[in-house]
C-alpha cells in the first residue's frame, strides 16, 4: 500500500510539474504573438506616416516615388518578403530625411516627429520580440518539453532579419 501512494505521489507531481511546463510554454507563445502584433501594428503606421510624407513637400518627387513605393511594399509584403520589404522602407526614409530640406511647415514638423517617435517605439517592440522569441526557443529546447511534446503543434518563433537592423 506504501509503494502505491509513493507511485502515485510521484506521478502527480510528475503531472503538476507537465502541466506546469506546458503552461508556462503556452503563455510564452502568447507573449509572442502579442509582441508580434505590437510591431507589426507599429510597422504598419510606420509605413502610413511614410506614405503621408511622401505627399507632403518634405520629399522631391523622385524620393516621394521611392518612399511611396518602398512603404506600399512594406504594407503588402507576405512574411516571407517582409524583412527585404521593411528594411528598404527604412532605407528610403533615411535616404530621404538626409536629403530633404528642412521641414517649415507645422504639418511637415508633425510627420517627422511621428516617425522619429514611431521608430522609438519600434525600436523598443522589436526588442522585447526579440526577447520573447528567444524565451520561447530556450523553454522548447528543455528535454521534459520535447520529450512529452508539450509545444503540440505550435510552430517555433522566428525572428526576422529586418528586426536585426535595428531600424
Do not use: C
Not at 503552461?23 to 501594428?41: F, I, K, M, P, Y
Not at 510606420?46 to 504594407?75: C, K, M, Y
Not at 512574411?79 to 533615411?94: I, K, N, P, V
Request: aromatic letters at 8%; proline letters at 2%; charged letters at 20%.
Amino acid at each position: 500500500m506504501n509503494d502505491f501512494l509513493f507511485v502515485f505521489f510521484l506521478l502527480s507531481i510528475l503531472a503538476w510539474y507537465l502541466s506546469f511546463l506546458a503552461t508556462r510554454l503556452n503563455r510564452l507563445h502568447h507573449r509572442v504573438e502579442t509582441s508580434w502584433a505590437n510591431l507589426d501594428g507599429l510597422l504598419q503606421r510606420r509605413a502610413a506616416v511614410a506614405i503621408e510624407i511622401a505627399r507632403s513637400e518634405i520629399s522631391d518627387p523622385a524620393a516621394s516615388l521611392l518612399l511611396t513605393f518602398a512603404a506600399h511594399q512594406a504594407r503588402d509584403a507576405n512574411m516571407r518578403d517582409r524583412s527585404q520589404a521593411e528594411s528598404g522602407l527604412t532605407g528610403a526614409l533615411g535616404i530621404l530625411l538626409e536629403n530633404s530640406a528642412s521641414a517649415q511647415s507645422p504639418m511637415e514638423l508633425e510627420l517627422i516627429h511621428e516617425l522619429e517617435d514611431l521608430t522609438a517605439k519600434i525600436k523598443v517592440a522589436i526588442a522585447m520580440h526579440v526577447e520573447s522569441v528567444t524565451r520561447t526557443q530556450m523553454v522548447r529546447k528543455k528535454v521534459m518539453i520535447r520529450l512529452f511534446r508539450l509545444a503540440g503543434s505550435a510552430p517555433l518563433p522566428v525572428t526576422y532579419e529586418f528586426e536585426g537592423d535595428v531600424i
